[in-house]
C-alpha cells in the first residue's frame, strides 16, 4: 500500500500562491490516478483535482478551475497542486490520496491511501 506524506500549506494573504506537494513511498505510486481534496472546518470532505497514472488527464471542481494545477512527477513519487490566486474560503485541510476506482469518481470513498493532510489558510 502506498504511504502519502503532503507538504508545502502555510498561511497566506488573498491572492497568493501556495504550491502543496505529495511524496508516496512504494514503487508503485505510477500504477495510481491520484486526488486532492480539502476539509474546512464542519464541512465535508470536498474533492478538488484529480490526475491519472502518466499526468495526461487532469480533472478540477468548478470552484477552483483556472487556479489551481494538479501535477506529478513519476520520477520522485511526487504530485503537486500549484494554487494561484489563493482566497479565504480555500482555507481548508488538503489530503492527497490515491484513487481505487474508475476514472471518473470525485467522491471521497473511492479513494484511499490518506494522508495525514497539511493546512492552508488564506486570510482577507
Known amino acids: 500500500q502506498v504511504q502519502l506524506v503532503e507538504s508545502g500549506g502555510g498561511l497566506v494573504q488573498a491572492g497568493g500562491s501556495l504550491r502543496l506537494s505529495c511524496a508516496a513511498s512504494g514503487r508503485t505510486f505510477r500504477s495510481y490516478a491520484m486526488g486532492w481534496f480539502r476539509q474546512a472546518p464542519g464541512k465535508e470532505r470536498e474533492f478538488v483535482a484529480v490526475?491519472?497514472?502518466?499526468?495526461?488527464?487532469?480533472y478540477y471542481t468548478d470552484s477552483v478551475k483556472g487556479r489551481f494545477t494538479i501535477s506529478r512527477d513519476n520520477a520522485k513519487n511526487t504530485v503537486y497542486l500549484q494554487m494561484n490566486s489563493l482566497k479565504p474560503e480555500d482555507t481548508a485541510v488538503y489530503y492527497c490520496?490515491?484513487?481505487?476506482?474508475?476514472?471518473?469518481?470525485?467522491?471521497?470513498?473511492?479513494?484511499?491511501?490518506w494522508g495525514q493532510g497539511t493546512q492552508v489558510t488564506v486570510s482577507s
Open positions: 490520496a490515491t484513487l481505487r476506482a474508475a476514472w471518473g469518481t470525485r467522491a471521497p470513498t473511492d479513494f484511499t491511501s
Open positions: 490526475i491519472s497514472l502518466s499526468g495526461s488527464n487532469t
